[in-house]
């Protein structure tokens, strides 16, 4: 009788433990591992993107089911593999450099005076079971041209993030969009004409090949 008590409580130990683990030291673990991180969020979780550069019109990416879609500034299709390796590189910023509040010189000495490139990025909070947005604005790069200053609208502290992460922002609308005319060629096509007032093309596709057949005949480039 006296081991029934015995596995009962070696139960509620075990139990214990796992709890610990599960709940308790994987939470410190995973707070760990954001901490390193500008931003804390998973890449399935980004539901929005806005980047404002003055050298270009503001440009909304939103996600739409499973697909990223532009709406500003003007509603097109984006190029979806380049906005899934944003969102996946978005959350592994990691902050090479910190300067604290009392250590900071004026926002002009870190470019952070002028807002000339920022991002405005809206994220599923998982935790809090509500939306989350973050702004984070981009000032000059550091002496190596290696690392840019960074502020985070919540965050007190200026940031050195790598350089290349301004160079993807910064481009314009062409660069985001889907440039496409169909993302999958259906596999019965098996004939596209393209006719402006001055000239018809047509492209036939043979057993093997595309081929031009107007208003030349000629082997079409197979890759395209």
């Given at each position: 009788m ?20 599960c ?25 929005e ?32 593999e380049?906005?899934e ?97 169909l ?42």
């Open positions: 006296q081991k029934i008590p015995l596995i009962i409580s070696s139960l509620i130990a075990l139990l214990l433990t796992i709890y610990i683990y709940f308790e030291i994987k939470n410190d673990q995973e707070a760990s591992t954001f901490s390193k991180f500008i931003l804390a969020f998973e890449p399935e979780d980004l539901k993107i806005e980047i404002k550069n003055k050298e270009n019109p503001i440009i909304v990416i939103s996600r739409d089911s499973k697909l990223w879609k532009i709406s500003k500034p003007i509603p097109c299709r984006a190029n979806q380049l906005i390796s944003i969102a996946t590189q978005l959350p592994k910023l990691p902050k090479i450099y910190s300067v604290s509040k009392k250590d900071q010189k004026p926002l002009s000495e870190y470019g952070l005076d002028k807002e000339s490139l920022s991002i405005l990025i809206t994220y599923r909070d998982i935790q809090k079971g509500k939306d989350k947005t973050r702004t984070l604005n981009f000032g000059s790069l550091s002496g190596s041209k290696n690392e840019v200053f960074v502020k985070a609208d919540d965050d007190e502290n200026i940031y050195l993030l790598p350089a290349s992460v301004v160079q993807i922002l910064s481009k314009d609308l062409n660069h985001f969009r889907n440039k496409k005319i993302d999958n060629i259906p596999e019965k096509l098996t004939k596209v004409s393209l006719e402006t007032p001055e000239e018809k093309w047509t492209v036939s596709k043979t057993d093997l090949n595309w081929v031009i057949t107007e208003p030349v005949t000629w082997l079409a480039n197979q890759e395209t």
